[in-house]
């Protein structure tokens, strides 16, 4: 008999444990339950029965390089969002390219487009557009499509914003 009585409570124990890890609603569903993943990669979310997955990035994580293209049609365009770099860390460095990095100059980074490539960058929020050459690689932090040097970022008004949106296109050699 007492080892039926310890059976039982050790399993009355271990019921507990595993209901204590979320709160049920009159479904039976868990309103709130998350799971994380060590770096906060990964992170589901369990509310009112109804699972989402959410991707988080490590402050220091970087984002996979994407192949870089050999040559870039003269109709290539992309939307997305902008941001600027250039403090301390980067002034004195060598660009992709080889290149000092110089936050004077209207260069920007961006994975794919072929190092030299001009293309002329448009901010709708602000209206203004500057013309930059890409000599670096980047960004590879979120969903952002370029990084601007600081001189490029004044000019487009991002330096206050941070990020914004942006149209990039291509332009032909000797344009702009």
Known sequence: MPD???WGLSCLLVICLGLSCGVSDAH????HMSRHVRHGVHHVVIRHGVSTTHRHHHPLRRLPGL??????SSTWSQHGLASWYGTRR???????SGDMFDPGAMTAAHRQLPLGTRVRIRAPSTG??????????????????I???PAAA?????LDRGT???????LPPGEG
């Open 154 to 158: 004044r000019e487009l008004g991002l």
């Open 164 to 170: 914004t949106m942006v149209d990039i296109t291509t």
């Open 28 to 31: 039976g569903a868990s309103r």
């Open 128 to 145: 203004r557009s500057v013309v930059v050459t890409i000599n670096d690689r980047g960004p590879y932090r979120g969903r952002r499509v």
């Open 90 to 96: 980067e002034i004195g460095h060598r660009t992709a």
């Open 67 to 72: 192949p870089a293209m050999k040559t870039v």
């Open 4 to 6: 039926f009585l310890a």
């Open 147 to 149: 990084d601007l040097s």
